[in-house]
């Protein structure tokens, strides 16, 4: 099964929060609001300053901020910068090892087409869309909790 793993869900939930609400925001507040644990924020923003997604401000008032806009975040983006490069099967990995079973294998070559449609699709998810949908959803739920 194809599945992304949990530290980029929690970076992409942490992108979101970043994005939504537009300020500079301190790892526990970040943490307070997503319910994600503190020493996995400060852990994954390291890894988002280093990907070029948010830049850390020092001081009093310091904490992070985004330095891209939501619409030039993609899905794929963060994937790639969490796990390094999409790869639904080890023979389109640059990483991987030439496969032993490749002269044999009926399916050689196909996964390319595959793996290049499912990139292509995840880069055209902006980061945007999934703050919209974010919206939604709690919009949903407040509309229940009320009825």
Known sequence: MFKINKLTDYATVILIEMAATNSVRSAQSISISTGIPLPTIVKLMKVLVKAGFAAAQRGALGGYRLTRSEDRISIADI???????????????ASEKQCSFESLC????????????????????????????SAEVHNNLDMQAKS
């Open 79 to 93: 994937i790639e910068a969490l796990e390094g490069p999409i790869a639904l099967t080890a023979c389109v990995s």
């Open 106 to 133: 009926p399916a050689v070559g196909k996964w390319n087409g595959i793996n290049h449609v499912v990139t292509d699709a995840l880069r055209k998810v902006p980061l945007s869309d999934m703050i919209q949908k």
